[in-house]
């Protein structure tokens, strides 16, 4: 019996310690991204309004972002006098946690993914439909009225927009047959869904930068406005936290993006120089998600910089009028093409 419970036990630990490690991989490389995402996001603004954009802290201004980071850090945390205290300060952290939440079934490569789960995208849908409640909560607690407004709209448009990313991800499930994300990546073998499923792509993306409240959809932030909307009245570390999940949340969507439409780990052409399961074979794969994530990433800033802030009743008639029809009108021919030619796009 003692050897039962210490072969069990020693199982159990090895198992616990395997698993703090792949979160520590997964977790660390994806703050120090965040982190460098606001310096990416400022060089390429900077280089489109031909700026210099940072370059005094370090090198280039590559230690900018470790600058922010401290400065923030350091900095005395002011509640509001009539906020409610608690709700105040775990609105950020429920932001933050989730947008670090979702990547437990990001698959790194094939096999290499910390929860491969049968109904991972229901997992994603999940986690990204529930950072609403952070926001609402944000500008509530504050007892102020702009953050109040600023959660309103942020609420309204969180809504709306996942809907249309809900009818999105129903045609890549028709046409990869699976809610498993690894299942999905390896049925774009053959060819990548941007291809058959281009208008879902292009709905998917728009609506990406609608539910992560990003520029020209970025109206619960709206400066001239709000002040800054839902966090109006957040400083120091938990305006940092806000900060940190809005720019990890930029990452899970463009992850999001790369799996569902670009393949995954999966790189052009089938080209696979290196032997199944080996090292050089994960990391193979890994440079091609990291490459396709840091493109639709870029896609990003590149919107902000081009594109001027919408009215929020275009924003409503967009998502309402226009992508849900839409979206609705494409998983119903998706389904009736499916049927009648028997046809997958991943077979």
């Known amino acids: ?29 994806l703050l120090l991204a965040v982190a460098y995402l606001t310096y990416a996001e400022r ?139 690894s299942d999905i990546v390896r049925s774009q073998q053959h ?17 990406a930068l609608a539910e992560t ?18 966090f109006s009245e957040y400083s120091a570390m938990t305006f940092a936290l806000f900060f940190l999940g809005e720019y990890a949340n930029i990452w899970l969507m463009s992850a999001m993006t790369s799996i569902l439409f670009l393949g995954g780990w999966l790189p052009p052409f089938n080209i696979e120089p290196f032997a199944d399961g080996s090292g050089w074979q994960v990391a193979w794969h890994g440079f091609w998600l990291a490459s396709k994530i840091a493109f639709v990433a870029f896609c990003f800033l590149w919107v902000r910089a081009t594109f001027p802030r919408y009215r929020y009743d275009q924003l409503m008639r967009l998502g309402w009028k226009v992508f849900l029809p839409f979206s609705l009108f494409f998983v119903v021919l998706t389904a009736g093409v499916l049927l009648a030619t028997g046809w997958l796009p991943g077979m």
């Open 43 to 181: 060089k390429v603004l900077a280089a489109m309004q031909m700026r210099m954009g940072p370059n005094v802290v370090g090198p280039f201004g590559l230690l900018q972002p470790i600058a922010d980071g401290l400065k923030l850090f350091f900095k005395e945390t002011i509640i509001p006098s009539g906020a409610s205290r608690v709700a105040f300060l775990v609105a950020p952290m429920i932001t933050f946690s989730l947008s670090l939440m979702a990547w437990a079934v990001i698959p790194l490569s094939d096999g290499v993914v910390l929860a491969d789960l049968n109904v991972g995208i229901l997992y994603l849908f999940a986690i990204s439909s529930l950072g609403v409640y952070g926001i609402v909560l944000a500008g509530w607690s504050s007892n102020s009225k702009y953050p109040f407004l600023g959660a309103l709209r942020s609420a309204a448009q969180m809504v709306s927009y996942e809907v249309s990313i809900g009818f999105v991800m129903v045609t890549v499930l028709l046409c990869a047959g699976s809610l498993n994300v």
């Open 191 to 207: 060819i990548w869904y941007c291809i058959p499923l281009l208008p879902m792509f292009a709905v998917f993306f728009i609506s």
């Open 1 to 29: 019996m003692a050897d039962f419970f210490t072969s069990h036990f020693g199982l159990y630990l090895g198992t616990t310690i395997f698993t703090v490690l792949m979160i520590l991989v997964i977790v660390v490389p």
């Open 213 to 230: 409240n990003r520029p020209p959809f970025d109206l619960p932030e709206a400066e001239s406005e709000l002040v800054a909307g839902y």
